[in-house]
C-alpha cells in the first residue's frame, strides 16, 4: 500500500460556536480520486481549506508526507506550492486568457516563453485552444471553469483540490473536465474533489468520503 500523503488526527475547525469540521481520523492515499460527498454545510469546502493549508485547525495535527504541518510561514509558502485549490467560483482577473491561465507559473518566477508554452499545453487540454487573447471577462460560465482548471494544472501541483468543479457548467465542459479529473489520478495526482453529483463513483473510479455535520459519515473504497 502507498503511504498516505494526508493524515488527519483529531482535527477540528471552529467558527464561532459552531464546529464546522470534527474529524477523529481521515488518511489520503497519492494518486487517487477523492470525492467528498454531504449536504451544504457538511464541512466540504471547510475540509478543502485544511487540505490546501490555508485554514489552520483549532485543535489536532494534519501531516503531509509522512511530516507534521506547524502552520508557519516558511513551511507553508513551501507547502502551498505542492497543492492547488480551485474553488467554486471562478476568479478570472480581468485581461486575456492567456494572462490568467499563466498566473500561477509568474507567480512561480517562469519565463514568458515558459509560461505561454505551458499554458497554450494546457488551455489545448481543456479545449480551449485558439481562445488565447479572448477577454477572460467575456467566457461563459464554463469556460471560466476550464480556464480556471488549466491555470491549476498548469502548476502541476502534486494535490489538486476541486470544490465542486462540475457544479452550474453545461455539458461539454462537464465531459471535458470529467475526463481530466480521470487522467490526473491516472497520472498520480492525488485529486480531493467536493461534489453534489449523484452516483459520480459511476462516472469516475473514486474513494467516496461521505461527511455529515462535520464528521466523516462513511468512506467507500472501490475494489480497484
Known amino acids: 500500500m502507498k503511504p498516505s500523503i494526508y493524515e488527519l488526527s483529531d482535527v477540528q475547525v ?3 460556536s459552531r464546529v464546522a469540521l470534527d474529524i477523529d481520523t ?4 497519492p494518486g487517487r480520486l477523492h470525492v467528498l460527498t454531504g449536504a451544504n454545510g457538511s464541512g466540504k469546502s471547510t475540509l478543502l481549506a485544511v487540505l490546501a493549508f490555508l485554514r489552520r485547525p483549532d485543535r489536532g495535527r494534519v501531516m503531509f508526507c ?12 513551501r507547502l ?3 497543492v492547488t485549490l480551485l474553488h467554486q467560483e471562478c476568479y478570472l482577473f ?3 486568457v492567456m494572462s490568467n491561465a499563466g498566473f500561477g507559473l509568474r507567480m ?12 497554450e499545453h494546457f488551455l489545448a487540454l481543456v479545449g480551449m485552444a485558439g481562445f488565447e487573447e479572448r477577454d477572460a471577462k467575456a467566457l461563459s460560465g464554463g469556460e471560466a471553469r476550464r480556464v480556471a482548471l488549466a491555470r491549476a494544472l498548469a502548476c502541476r501541483p502534486a494535490v489538486l ?8 457548467v453545461d455539458q461539454e465542459s462537464s465531459i471535458i473536465v470529467k475526463d481530466l479529473i480521470a487522467a490526473q489520478s491516472q497520472s498520480g495526482t492525488t485529486v480531493v474533489m467536493a461534489s453534489h453529483e449523484a452516483h459520480i463513483e459511476r462516472k469516475l473510479p473514486c474513494t467516496i468520503i461521505q461527511l455529515k455535520e462535520g464528521r466523516i459519515d462513511s468512506i467507500t473504497t472501490p475494489d480497484c
Open 14 to 16: 471552529r467558527f464561532g
Open 26 to 29: 481521515l488518511i489520503v492515499r
Open 66 to 77: 509522512g511530516s507534521p504541518v506547524d502552520w508557519t510561514g516558511k513551511q507553508l509558502g
Open 80 to 82: 502551498r506550492k505542492q
Open 94 to 96: 480581468s485581461g486575456t
Open 108 to 119: 512561480r518566477g517562469l519565463g514568458q516563453q515558459e509560461t505561454s508554452r505551458s499554458v
Open 161 to 168: 483540490l476541486l470544490d465542486e468543479p462540475l457544479a452550474h
